[in-house]
């Protein structure tokens, strides 16, 4: 029990935390065994809540918790009990293994219990999803449409109503609510107001008072962040690289800056607001007030509007897929555009690395369907310009969540504060 | 003695350890206190390293050292006689104080104990200086000449010889060699090898294998880094905010990021490359290869020829000392290229802080001096580009060390660590 106790080898846990300490030891040495099957995956997506599945390992037995953790089998015994109880963690059947004796029954993260809620408000776009203690995807909508017209209340009661329809079928599935986070493309405070988002027009938008009250958002935490910060921490937590640069291409270009495994928030939370990067001091003019941005050169509307995609009578999304035909087909205008739009992007992102030393480019949102013809132009300016790239590669990748990293990182990071804290669910008990 | 073994309140110190952190404890106790007279300033400059003196507080004596720290009276004694062996502390005459009783004697960091060496290697200039513990600069030598023509094995070779000037007279100011920490303007391995510095020319140099066998350096630690990095721990270590972009202007121009207190060195060490941003994509070449670098628009070189002053028979001292005044008596011509550079300057950190979001951006090297004309044309173009600068002003500063800030931070640096782990000091005993 005392090396059981210890956290970094050498400084003991006091009783009262002990209990909440090994809860934890134990539930993250079963969240990092090998994946099984703990729901069905109904929507296709999976994000990597659990940590880095050691490739190749063994689901964990309680008898190989107590060899790996130090602590004895009654006391694991105990704590599983417990997981299992609080539906974070089910028994498998046992895999075969070498040697004499019965095999012993595996453990891995329930797929049947606590679930986060992910929301995400764009400007052309409101999403929904819900993600299981294993990372799955279970369930997950999106309705396009402009969000611009209608004013704050607006939107975030229709997104509160998107989110009591896929509440309802997480329900159904017999998953439990953990939380809800909610991805706005704009400056949000610690305290959930959305202090500027100038796609959507918003400014100073309280959220948690404008949606109190409101049953599906009830009863649980509710927090709000940058699309693009929730987006980064869910490529981080699906077997991401340590540090990296996302960048979340939509109507606007937000970034989420990952460095050594932790998200860069800044001096006061607004970092990442990469569409606002000069490209060239006196290009034209931005909705922002100063003129060059990167919005103006890479942004959706930009690159849909250069390939003559723009007011055609099509929906966004329908112009987005309708360019990506265009660039299989070869069509010269699509490949014009793209290529112009990764130049400005790698312009710039190039700068990001000179600055702040990252190397890996990851290109979310709209960019992740784009990849392959925006990526070559982005290397191209990153290894002309970046002043180590000539001994060490930046590597430019399309997010591995896709266009929805933003709301399934959103859904994720409510079941990751589940797996961080598996003692305060358990106390009835929310993240 | 069971509170004064704790850490953070709640996690015990085994005994092995516990001198060691009760040495740090009683010895910040004592830094943090106000700042006296513990060596002449015999240079004119101070850097932070004690931490920020409470202002208008009193000199701890022992008493109030046991009394703030939970430590006995006895063991605080013990502690103290320790540091005041080893030199790392001074008494020096009673406060006066209210009540009964006889004054206690009040206890300083020494300013004739451990001091650290400073040194810088910059395109134009040599630099070495020694600050001792109280952060007071003792001794400060600065040759100004072309390092480009010699080779990286010349140029050591100098600057090990004006070590070796620099540590003869700290010996006979009585001070003891802590060690020595080197600036160089460019990329910088954590084994000190300089992968890249383009403005001297430099690529792979082994500092260390270079200078191996210099009596100058030998004897106690060397360390290599970004002429930048030690300028912004400098600045920090000086009342600096603990959050702000430091900006290094000289021939090249580099940058150090402090976030939170802590410097951004980025995913391989190479953050801050602020010269290589794009101002323009298609602007002039730059010796890296590139084109529309800060550096061809705001480098030194390209101020002095904007304002007429290259080429004309000056050292770039001499030539920046011009400037300076031509801009002093509001020549068009020298406030033209100020203002100039100062927007492109102003571009380029206009895009760190929407990237990075810190609110103070401190100016060093020779953009110290230039601040008053470079500073206005900066915080334009920040206010007008910056998303958050409407409700979140930027302060834009001259660095409070001036030009000199990367060869004193850098001997800071040194005399932070011995602060940082007095114990390896006393044992005979380097940092």
Redesign the interface.
Known sequence: MAQAGTRSG?????QASLREHNLGLVLRHIATGPPTAGGTDAAGGTVGTGGTAAAGGRVPSRADIAAATGLTRATVSALVDDLIGGRLVTEVAPTPRAGAGRPALGLVLAGNGPAGLGLEINVDYLAACVVDLTGRVRHRVVHRADQRPAGPRDVLARVADLAAAVRGEAERQGLAHAGTALAVPG?VTADGVV??A?NLGWRDVDVPALVHGHPALAGAPLTVDNEANLAALGELHTAGP??FLYVSGEIGIG?G?V??GAL???????????G??????DGPPCG???RG?LERYAGQDAILAAAGLADRGHTADQAVARLTSLAEAADPAALRALADAG?ALG??V???I??????TVVLGGVYAPLTPWLAPAVED?VN?????AG??PVTVRASRLGGDAAVVGAAGSVVRAVLDRPARWLAGGRP
Chains 1, 2 share one sequence.
């Open positions: 050498n400084t003991p846990v006091r400056l202090r500027l100038p340590a540090s970034a800056i460095l050594d860069l928030r800044g001096a006061r939370g607004w970092s990442g607001e990469l606002h990067v000069a490209v060239r001091p922002c007030g100063a941005c130049s312009v710039t190039a700068g990001v000179n600055v702040l030393d990252v190397d300016e002309h310009r970046v002043l180590t001994w060490s």
